[in-house]
């Protein structure tokens, strides 16, 4: 077996700097060997409870012969220039959503990449839930007829209940609220049903709790086809199922939704109950796939760019 893949976190920015972390230190392929933040406190505080050591200089870091690749947990703000120096320096990266701030800044970090000949995946993780296979069974299959709507919720009490730092309420630093954060999950699961190329049609924010940037959101689209897309976000709902709803000219997909909260299809003879299939690989176990085999990520690069490109969109409508 070759050795394991050395990877460092940079940034303890970010909510899921730690559990992207753990990823490295409890996959057998990779180990994690240091933590980087340009905020010291921060960054000592990770490195200490994960064990590893703290890297002042990210350069130094970068410039290590014995790193193969890192997992990027900054800033949105900071994705280009730190993603684009660890791929300068022949680093393979794992990054949470968003990939960059725009779509131009994200092509060139693919593009970087490419001519670099590193892998570059970002985090998307629904997609690889067994619920979300199943979705796209149903589609395949084209069950559901002709798709006229859909809507994918998902929320979290994160700023009535005053979990989430301070920071995710900076709109430079997290290129937005809730909906460049929480609503990425959605937005790409939108996509899945109804195409990447969904078309924004309103955009309705609210600040609800008065810390500058939108606490609550819904993002109305329209697909290729006239479907239309519901996507429902926000950091203030005490308890809201994260759920998926599809319809379409022959029936009916649901996840999340009824007294069971299961999955299930509705041809007009009353909901069926779906087999759910295993996960897929997540996210960082592709990633360490597409670095052993040398495979382009091609797909979820696209996605990461649909994503992105969504965003964008819905908080320019917003604006």
């Known amino acids: 077996m070759s050795a394991p893949l050395r990877i460092a976190a940079l940034s303890a920015w970010h909510v899921h700097a730690e559990e992207y972390a753990r990823e490295a230190q409890q996959h057998p392929g990779t180990e994690l060997v240091a933590v980087w933040d340009e905020d010291a406190a921060r960054g000592r505080a990770l ?72 892998r570059l995946t970002v985090s998307l993780p629904r997609l690889a ?22 809507r994918v919720r998902l929320a979290h009490n994160g700023s009535i209940g005053d979990w989430l730092p301070a920071r995710f309420y ?44 939108e606490d609550n959101a819904v993002v109305t689209v329209t697909g290729a086809d006239g479907a239309i897309g519901v996507i429902e976000t926000g950091f203030v709902t005490p308890a809201s199922p994260f759920s998926i709803e599809v319809q379409g000219t022959k029936g009916t997909f ?12 509705d041809t007009g003879e009353g909901p069926v109950a779906l087999d759910i299939p295993a996960d897929a690989e997540n996210p960082f176990a592709q990633w360490v796939e597409a670095i052993r085999t040398g495979e382009d990520t091609t797909e ?20």
């Not at 839930?129 to 859909?150: D, F, I, K, N, P």
């Not at 964008?312 to 917003?318: D, E, G, L, P, R």
């Open 254 to 265: 649901q996840h999340g939704l009824g007294a069971d909260g299961g999955t299930s299809v």
């Open 47 to 118: 490195a200490e409870t994960l064990g590893v050591e703290f890297a002042e200089d990210l350069e130094a870091l970068l410039a290590r012969e014995d790193l193969d690749g890192v997992t990027v947990t900054t800033a949105t703000s900071e994705h280009r220039d730190v993603i684009g120096r660890a791929i300068a320096a022949g680093k393979h990266v794992f990054t949470e959503k968003l990939l960059a701030p725009t779509v131009a800044e994200g092509e060139e970090l693919i593009a970087a990449a490419r001519e670099a000949g590193v």
């Open 170 to 213: 900076d709109p430079a630093a997290a290129i937005g609220g809730a909906f460049s954060d929480l609503a990425a999950h959605p937005v790409y699961l939108t996509q899945l049903i109804l195409g990447a190329d969904v078309q924004v049609r309103s955009a309705t924010f609210t600040d609800m709790t008065g810390r500058g940037v």
């Open 300 to 319: 979820n690069l696209e996605r990461a760019q649909a994503l992105t490109a969504l965003v964008v969109a819905a908080n320019s409508a917003a604006a």
């Open 129 to 150: 839930h067994g619920y979300a296979l199943a979705l796209q069974g149903v589609l395949e299959e084209g069950t559901l007829g002709r798709l006229t709507y859909s």
